[in-house]
């Protein structure tokens, strides 16, 4: 098969880009060709050698763009690549605009199949998260009055004009109807995406591929939390729960870079708690992904306190395949690899002292941390491997 890859990035940045290199990578080795339309790449002078063809097109990363801004020239230029490379399959990830996916599927060529891997299309500030907590609201214009209002935390800036932005966002969601295909991540994805896009008739679950060391070796060091430094990923709830972990010589390490502001606002919380209580607190900084096994295998527990409702929460996953126990906030698709009481604790949003608590608990009790982190790497062996994922994909691409 020819396959054509869309999304807004490329290269190394976050997890669509690192899944998008793993499916390249993966297929090419079946004897599919692979190629690739792109907004931006990280870094710029990123290659991945199974992927044979690449266009780049900065507009695919413009976020908010209005509907006066003329795409012709780009337009025509997508259904000019589509038409030389001639792509059984057109596999879209995060689309921004509206008049991209309408041009796809006018250039004829390949089913389309879209991969939602997060809430852009039914949520205004991407994130699903009102009043510091998970939003259960339906995409609807009370997102304009909530977002006025102050109550919706924002990944990015808005424009001025919420309602123009809400019109173009509703555009971008009807065109989801266009699509042949939709491939989730998770059940809470399902079922979110099927309140906002009633229309979806073709929906599929196909679990996420996660990389899975063949032998894994424990030291039971540290508390660790993994991921983007932002508000969204509750690190100041990590920070905080420490103050109820009363296992002795626990700190707490904290991989990841991001906000500078909420960046300086922990540490400061972190002085503080070290003043309070003895509580050390590590800040590593950013720490590139090959790198993570080293951070797992010490990792006592892995702490997921996320506001933001994960679509499916990659660092629980990575965490279960080095069979560490994970404690997280029960948000979203993370209840997809943390079982409660069986490969971790799953905890109710806010609940700082519980979190504490059943860290804690894994602290203490090894022989409970033991089993439920056996638990959890038997669970991603036997649900998240990349051939399940390949043979999944490639039953809904020749179906």
């Known amino acids: 098969m020819k396959i054509l890859i869309v999304n807004d990035k490329y290269g190394e940045f976050g997890g669509t880009e690192e899944y998008i290199n793993s499916f390249a990578n993966s297929f090419a080795k079946f004897g599919h060709e692979i190629a690739v339309i792109y907004g931006k790449k990280y870094p710029k002078d990123f290659t991945n050698n199974s992927i044979v063809s690449e266009l780049c097109l900065p507009i695919l990363h413009a976020r908010n763009i209005a509907n006066a801004h003329n795409l012709t020239n780009e337009l025509r230029e997508i259904k000019n690549f589509i038409e030389s490379f001639k792509p059984d399959i057109i596999y879209v990830h995060n689309i921004l605009d509206h008049r991209i996916i309408s041009s796809i599927k006018e250039a004829k060529r390949g089913k389309v199949i879209w991969y939602c891997h997060d809430h852009y299309f039914y949520c205004l500030t991407e994130l699903k998260i009102i009043d510091d907590k998970p939003c259960n609201f339906v995409f609807s214009d009370t997102c304009i009055k909530n977002i006025s209002d102050g109550r919706c935390l924002k990944r990015y800036g808005l424009p001025d004009d919420i309602h123009s932005l809400f019109e173009e966002r509703k555009k971008l969601l009807e065109s989801a109807s266009l699509f042949d295909h939709t491939i989730v991540i998770s059940e809470y994805m399902k079922q979110t995406l099927l309140k906002n896009m009633p229309f979806l008739t073709k929906i599929s679950l196909v679990p996420r591929q996660v990389k899975i060391p063949e032998k894994v070796s424990r030291a039971y060091d540290y508390v660790l939390f993994a991921g983007r430094f932002v508000k969204e990923k509750g690190v100041h709830h990590a920070i905080e729960a420490m103050n109820f972990v009363t296992s002795k010589n626990i700190k707490l390490v904290i991989v990841g870079s991001g906000d500078e502001s909420y960046m300086k ?112 790497r038997k669970l991603i062996q036997a649900n998240f491997t990349a051939q399940k994922h390949i043979d999944k994909l490639i039953d809904i691409f020749e179906s």
């Open 265 to 376: 606002r922990c540490a400061q919380l972190a002085l503080e708690l070290k003043k309070a209580s003895n509580v050390n607190i590590e800040f590593v900084g950013s720490v590139p992904h090959e790198k993570m096994t080293h951070f797992y295998s010490k990792a006592n527990v892995v702490v997921m306190p996320s506001i933001f409702p994960e679509p499916f929460g990659m660092v629980a996953a990575e965490s279960l395949a080095h069979a560490v126990p994970v404690v997280a906030y029960d948000s979203g698709g993370i209840s997809s690899t943390v079982i409660n009481n069986k490969t971790g604790f799953l905890v109710e949003y806010g609940k700082i002292e519980q979190l504490g608590q059943k860290i804690c608990f894994l602290c203490n009790n090894i022989h409970e941390n033991k089993l439920m982190g056996e638990n959890g």
